[in-house]
């Protein structure tokens, strides 16, 4: 049984999948609430399962990029699981599991993934019909015609994830472009990804191990004078 986690963005979901089962899952969407209400979730999966830490074979947690404090606790709790309870570490990459999310609705489609990186910048990835990257991961500053030599290869792409709405406005007007807001980032839609690589025995060292920020933490300072 693997334990699942996802917090790269404002929401916060947990998961458990046995074979490919997703047995036990709960997720809240409540911004700068992780560190309070992940460990609660974890418990509460734990106990929906009706299955103690102990039946644990490894823990998977989405790597990023996204969120620097939403990745921060994840990876730290994960890696106090698998530290813990002695299991392999398990990484997913997070603009994967929107592309999983999309694939189950429209498997026929492109899919635009897209992670809010604050102002008009996205953490982008684009796949073909296939699943096949065609525009690699990238920190970009969305404008016209930013992505037109990536959307010209398939007859059909869905945009997904929390950045996608501020692409809207530039890409609205191509008649291969739909936009669904409903596609969200999931623990469950890890699980396959989760399986495959305990059976390949691909884990991550423990120690070592850092969430994949993309860009630098950049701290907003506080308008009120003398607060951080």
Not at 43 to 72: F, W
Not at 76 to 90: E, H, N, R, V, W
Not at 150 to 176: H, R
Not at 179 to 188: M, Y
Request: proline share 3%.
């Amino acid at each position: 049984m693997i334990l699942l986690l996802e917090t790269s963005t404002e929401i916060c979901s947990v998961a458990l999948t046995k074979e490919n089962d997703i047995v036990a899952s709960r997720m809240i969407s409540e911004p700068n609430s992780h560190s309070q209400k992940l460990s609660l979730l974890i418990q509460e999966v734990i106990e929906q399962a009706g299955v103690s830490y102990s039946e644990l074979s490894a823990v998977a947690v989405s790597k990023g990029p996204g969120s620097y404090t939403g990745l921060r606790i994840g990876v730290s709790t994960a890696k106090g699981f698998a530290y813990g309870l002695d299991i392999p570490l398990i990484s997913i990459e997070t603009l994967r599991i929107l592309e999983k999310g999309a694939k189950r609705k429209f498997p026929e489609s492109g899919v635009v993934a897209m992670i809010d990186a604050r102002r008009m910048e996205v953490y982008c990835e684009i796949y073909d019909s296939k699943g096949n990257v065609i525009k690699p991961l990238s920190a970009d500053i969305i404008e016209e015609g930013i992505y037109d030599d990536y959307l010209n290869k398939e007859k059909d792409f869905v945009f997904v994830g929390n950045g996608a709405k501020k692409s809207m406005p530039f890409f609205s007007n191509k008649l291969n472009c739909r936009f669904e807001e409903d596609i969200l980032l999931n623990a469950e839609l890890m699980s396959e990804m989760a399986l495959n690589k305990l059976e390949n025995k691909d884990f991550e060292d423990i120690a070592y191990f850092e969430p994949y920020y993309l860009k630098d933490f950049v701290a907003i300072e506080s308008k009120v004078k003398g607060l951080r």
